[in-house]
């Protein structure tokens, strides 16, 4: 079983509204949860990066939450613009050794005019 | 400061043929991953370097599949023979040694098997 688990699967806003992406996660003990960006055809680029003590960190109109106690992360996007379509991507980092990372498999999110 | 970088961008072979990618990491980087993205899924984790020395191929199909990391700096992925299900974008990245570092993404390459 996936250990991130990501919803939706995928969805459709219209440009200028707001969405929010979920992770849940499994991965115990966590060092940090990192949310992805990832247009078509590039490699996923990191957005927003938080500790086991960090509530909330914003890049731009991205804001993301964690929930360290129920195991659960938010993306939201304010505003949304065209460019905003890609998938995001949830991957939490565990505390072995290496710090494996685990992925989510990702929230297509499709911006229309 | 330069990304990483992979190639081919695109390769389509023939089941049965053997295809290998290239990887250059960001300068410095100690770590190095090779995942597989399954169109539609997130990425899988094939296998991970620190430095040359490997720390993590429990999901290499070891029978097909091989990687190597000479001198610490560049890498090769090699599928021997290819299938069909072996159809993905493989995307390589490297990171600075440390828990709460970057994994920074190539573009990957796009592999179709027909």
């Known amino acids: 079983k996936n250990q991130v688990e990501q919803s939706p699967q995928s969805l459709i806003i219209l440009e200028g509204k707001n969405c929010t992406l979920q992770?849940?996660?499994?991965?115990?003990?966590?060092?940090?949860l990192r949310w992805y960006k990832q247009d078509t055809g590039r490699g996923p680029v990191s957005l927003t990066i938080m500790t086991f003590s960090e509530n909330t960190k914003s890049n731009g109109r991205y804001t993301a939450t964690l929930d360290a106690d129920t195991k659960q992360s938010s993306l939201h996007i304010t505003a949304s613009q065209l460019s905003d379509s890609a998938s995001y991507i949830c991957v939490v980092r565990g505390t072995d050794s290496w710090g494996k990372l685990q992925f989510g498999a990702g929230t297509q999110v499709v911006v229309t005019p | 400061e330069a990304g990483v970088a992979q190639s081919p961008r695109y390769k389509i072979i023939e089941k049965r043929q053997s295809v290998a990618f290239w990887c250059n990491p960001i300068s410095g980087h100690a770590t190095l991953y090779w995942y597989q993205q399954i169109l539609g899924q997130g990425p899988k984790l094939l296998i991970q370097f620190q430095n040359n020395g490997v720390v993590d191929d429990s999901q290499l199909p070891k029978d097909r599949f091989s990687a190597e990391r000479l001198k610490g700096v560049d890498s090769t992925l090699k599928i021997q023979p290819a299938k069909l299900e072996d159809s993905a974008v493989y995307l390589c990245?490297?990171?600075?040694?440390?828990?709460?570092?970057?994994?920074?993404f190539g573009q990957g390459t796009r592999l179709t098997v027909v």
């Open positions: 992770c849940n996660y499994t991965v115990s003990p966590f060092s940090n």
């Open positions: 990245a490297s990171s600075q040694t440390g828990v709460n570092t970057e994994a920074f």
